[in-house]
């Protein structure tokens, strides 16, 4: 059983917005630095965005002003708002929970698609 599991993923269109998911039922999420990735066809995986424990966020500059990274504590639960999607987004995106110099747990993914 995988500890994350993501939801949210879908098709949308150029412009458009999505929101994924991330929750677990086997490990607290603020007690590490949660974060999405994701994997276009073809290339490495990349990060997107991080949160860390006590809530600062980073990003990758191809995120940077479009989407939005954050936890719901109570309900233990990892959101990417994603904003003005471009076709370039298109990729399998993967939530994942660690430390500064290593993910330790991820989810099993979501696949988005982006609609020219």
């Known amino acids: 059983q995988v500890p994350l599991v993501e939801s949210g993923g879908g098709s949308v269109q150029a412009g458009g917005s999505l929101k994924l998911s991330c929750t677990s039922s086997k490990i607290a999420l603020a007690a590490y630095i949660s974060g999405w990735y994701r994997q276009a066809p073809g290339k490495e995986r990349e990060l997107v965005a991080t949160i860390a424990t006590m809530g600062a966020t980073n990003y990758a500059d191809s995120a940077k002003g479009r989407f939005t990274i954050s936890r719901d504590d109570d309900k233990n639960t990892l959101f990417l708002q994603m904003t003005g999607v471009e076709p370039e987004d298109t990729a399998v995106y993967f939530c994942?929970?660690?430390?500064?110099?290593?993910?330790?747990?991820w989810g099993q993914g979501t696949q988005v698609t982006v609609l020219s």
């Open positions: 994942a929970a660690g430390s500064y110099d290593k993910v330790e747990h």
